[in-house]
């Protein structure tokens, strides 16, 4: 009974041991949002939360596994949501209490995500401007547990990131132990019940310097007009068994982490580049999507089977754009890759009449130097080649939740909140935009469209993405907002991403004609919460890291001149996107000239007092690169030359 309560399976209540739940208790590790707040407790017995107000925490801080008490009667509105309110009652476990940070030359803590810092004082006698990694202890002392090394040095800037976000780097030697048992090939009684599809002719398409080949695509005429399309995807599963080494240690990643350079893989490359890496070549074992098709793109019927296949080709996103842009012979491979281009351009217009929302930005791409140090950047545009991949994965995503009738793991887009879309409806007005009463996935699209290829898109684009807000991992919905898609899953990258592994065990159950299991139907929710909390945390460390090699590119690049456009504009100045970089630097208000700028919120807007000069989102400067501040990883802009008055300019249709 000590060691149930030890862990929060068991409470001392009102004199005698009973179960939390038995209680009307809640269990769950605190969260919090930016800024401290607001702090919610995800019940571990269900999907719902609950606020946890200052008074009602009894010190209990974010990261502690708590047991809490519900309050009758005591609700509190967070957002769109109404949750009830809660008391802590005790504290079973808090984590390590860690932060990554350096202190500056006034003895400040410069943090490097939170702005919450160590006990006041704490880090007395610290070194000053390093970047440091402490932990807090009992009475508040704070101890040093890393020093990565001098703030203004280049080269330390991935393990800082990786320290911050808590990610992993090792596996753990039973892990590494569970796949070195498995070897290189697939042995005989692997193939028991598989469909053979080693004659088939599949092939992949993946950018250059991809290692995992994950998913492969096959293309057959089934001689009416119609197409079969086969969408074939490493089958994980087989080889990680639910609640062993490698499968624990996937849920705990949640997700592979790719940045500049480098990948953090969810499974060890004994897997990852080995045994569910399609090579060619090669035996492999997939879990094998059909979809036939009819002359426009449409799908009659699909199917999924555990199959064996043999890759016959690897091919590059720049090799098969080069074959649809006329390059190669007219062999049946050639003749493939055209096809499966058509395809694609039919699919992508069925989906744009439906209503789904489609974002053509181009990709800013970094190289680094054996150093790590960013040597170039290069952007480059979506093609045809990459549209047959993102076509097919997402055709095989739709085919698969339809097929979750019996439950599973969905990716759900509930789309914006009303405020959501009055915010943006406000940003577009200055710009002679607008979407409608409805705000359905098509108003959207049809805004999309409306700028696509124009000035403005850049912007607009990412007003829309900043609306529509993120996509997450649930299991009580089956829509995407987006995606303009009545059930979508993710199923095409299990070796990356821990819901598609899920879900492939939850497709393999129901092909053999059983129900789920009730204990993985419960458990569901829980998966889908935790890996939406481990994507935002891949994410956010991704575009760290990115933002910070970009900036200390540019560091020594003061007193160029760079232009962009503004993407956002703040009382205190406006955010400027430095073209062919993808990153934004800052112009102070007080370097916009010498008058007093009104910042006009509704409008988005800052205005010049004297001279009626204004600056608004999707306006296109000239801005010299004026420093950088590599501890908060950002640009400070000035204007090249001041701008033209513009009183009394007339909104752009």
């Not at 200052?54 to 967070?78: C, S």
């Not at 009652?89 to 410069?110: C, I, S, Y």
């Not at 960013?374 to 739709?398: C, D, G, S």
Request: aromatic share 6%; charged share 30%.
């Amino acid at each position: 009974m000590a060691a149930l309560e030890g862990r929060g399976k068991a409470l001392r209540w009102r004199g005698r041991m009973v179960l939390p739940e038995a209680v009307g208790m809640l269990r769950g590790v605190l969260e919090t949002g930016p800024d401290e707040g607001p702090w919610r407790l995800p019940d571990e017995a269900s999907e719902a939360a609950a606020w946890i107000s200052p008074e009602n925490r009894q010190g209990a801080r974010p990261g502690d596994r708590v047991i809490a008490r519900p309050l009758a009667g005591r609700r509190r509105r967070v957002g769109d949501q109404s949750l009830p309110e809660a008391k802590v009652v005790t504290v079973v476990a808090a984590p390590r209490r860690r932060r990554v940070g350096l202190v500056d030359e006034e003895n400040r803590w410069v943090a490097f995500y939170s702005k919450a810092a160590p006990p006041r004082g704490g880090w007395q006698g610290l070194p000053r401007n390093r970047w440091l990694e402490v932990e807090e202890m009992a009475g508040g002392a704070v101890e040093l547990r890393r020093d990565f090394g001098d703030a203004s040095e280049a080269g330390q800037d991935e393990a800082v990131v990786i320290a911050a976000a808590e990610l992993a780097t090792e596996f753990p030697a039973d892990v590494l132990r569970q796949a070195a048992r498995l070897g290189d090939h697939p042995s005989a009684s692997d193939l028991d019940g598989r469909r053979d599809l080693r004659s088939l002719h599949t092939l992949t398409i993946d950018g250059a310097a991809t290692r995992d080949f994950d998913d492969a695509l096959s293309l057959e005429s089934d001689g009416s007009g119609g197409l079969r399309l086969g969408v074939h995807i490493a089958d994980v599963a087989h080889y990680v068994p639910e609640g062993s080494p490698l499968d624990l240690e996937a849920y705990r990643r949640g997700t592979s982490v790719y940045f500049p350079g480098r990948v953090l893989p969810m499974f060890p490359s004994q897997l990852s580049d080995g045994l569910c890496s399609l090579q060619p070549q090669v035996d492999r074992l997939t879990l094998s999507v059909f979809l036939d098709l009819d002359g426009d793109g449409g799908v009659i019927d699909a199917h999924a089977v555990p199959a064996v296949i043999r890759s016959h080709r690897r091919w590059t996103y720049d090799e098969v754009q080069a074959v649809l842009d006329g390059a190669g012979d007219d062999g049946e491979e050639t003749a493939r890759l055209r096809a499966l281009g058509e395809l694609a351009d039919k699919r992508r217009r069925r989906r744009e009449a439906r209503g789904a929302l489609d974002f053509d930005s181009p990709v800013a791409e970094v190289s680094l130097d054996a150093a790590g140090t960013a040597v170039a950047v290069e952007t480059r545009p979506r093609t045809l080649a990459q549209r047959i991949v993102e076509e097919a994965m997402l055709m095989a995503n739709e085919a698969v939740a339809r097929a979750l009738s019996d439950g599973g793991i969905f990716r759900i887009h509930r789309g914006p909140r009303a405020e959501d879309v009055a915010e943006l409806e406000r940003a577009l007005a200055p710009l002679g935009l607008g979407l409608g009463e409805e705000a359905r996935p098509a108003d959207f699209a049809a805004l999309l469209r409306r700028v696509a290829g124009s000035d403005r898109e850049s912007v607009v684009s990412a007003l829309v993405m900043r609306a529509l807000g993120q996509a997450t991992y649930g299991c009580d919905d089956r829509a995407h907002f987006a995606l303009a898609a009545p059930a979508y899953t993710h199923f095409t990258s299990p070796i990356r991403r821990y819901p598609d592994l899920v879900v492939h065990r939850c497709l393999k159950i129901m092909l053999t004609g059983r129900d789920l299991p009730t204990d993985l139907r419960r458990r569901l929710p829980f998966i889908a919460r935790r890996a939406s909390e481990r994507e935002r945390r891949a994410t956010r460390a991704e575009r760290s890291l990115r933002q910070w090699k970009l900036v200390r590119h540019l560091s020594d690049r003061r007193g160029e001149t760079f232009s962009g456009r503004i993407t956002g504009v703040e009382r205190f100045g406006v955010f400027i996107e430095l073209e062919g970089f993808q990153v934004a630097g800052l112009i102070p208000v007080a370097a916009l000239g010498q008058e007093y700028f009104t910042f006009e919120a509704k409008d988005r807007r800052l205005v010049g007092s004297r001279s009626g000069r204004r600056f608004e989102l999707g306006d296109r400067l000239e801005a010299v690169l004026a420093a950088v501040d590599e501890r908060r990883r950002g640009l400070i802009l000035e204007l090249r030359e001041p701008p033209p008055s513009r009183r009394g300019r007339k909104r752009r249709g």
